[in-house]
């Protein structure tokens, strides 16, 4: 599920970057920081939408960069138990299969997938139905959980 929702960061600025752009190179910061990381509580940040406000910056003690308090628009993925994700399959073997979706990746088990759905090796391994109807499963319950989480 996608969501709209306002966050806050401490952004560090070196005085390098300070000047007519500052704001600007405080708003690139912020999205190669923040944009392709997750938390366990919001989510994946995709895409930086809007800066809400920049709040006074303070100087560091015994450095000379500068701490600016900023609240920013953006949009997060957080996927929930039952929702259905449409995935890429990257790899199939013979006790499940691994998939994407966006930066999510995660691993079925074939005990997860539906009664009666086989493993076929080959140059294309898949799962197929006894009815004979390529499938490679759904889950049922809850995934074995997230093989990249950073948070």
């Known amino acids: 599920m996608f969501f709209h929702i306002v966050l806050e960061r401490n952004m560090h600025l070196h005085p390098r970057f300070f000047g007519q752009n500052l704001r600007e190179n405080l708003v690139s910061n912020l999205m190669k ?7 366990g509580r919001h ?3 995709l895409a930086v939408t809007g800066i809400e406000s920049i709040g ?8 000379s960069f500068v701490t600016f308090p900023v609240k920013y628009r953006c949009v997060v993925s957080r996927p929930f138990i039952g929702e259905v994700l449409e995935a890429v399959v990257t790899k199939v073997m013979q006790h499940g299969f691994f998939a ?29 139905s006894s009815d004979g109807s390529f499938c490679l499963g759904s889950i049922k319950g809850e995934f074995l959980g997230l093989l990249n989480d950073r948070a």
């Open 33 to 39: 920081d923040v944009e392709g990381t997750s938390s």
């Open 43 to 45: 989510g994946f940040v």
């Open 56 to 63: 006074k910056g303070l100087i560091g003690d015994g450095t």
């Open 100 to 128: 994407e979706a966006g930066p999510l990746q995660f691993f079925v088990s074939n005990h997860e997938m539906e009664d009666g759905m086989v493993y076929q090796a080959g140059d294309m391994p898949n799962y197929t």
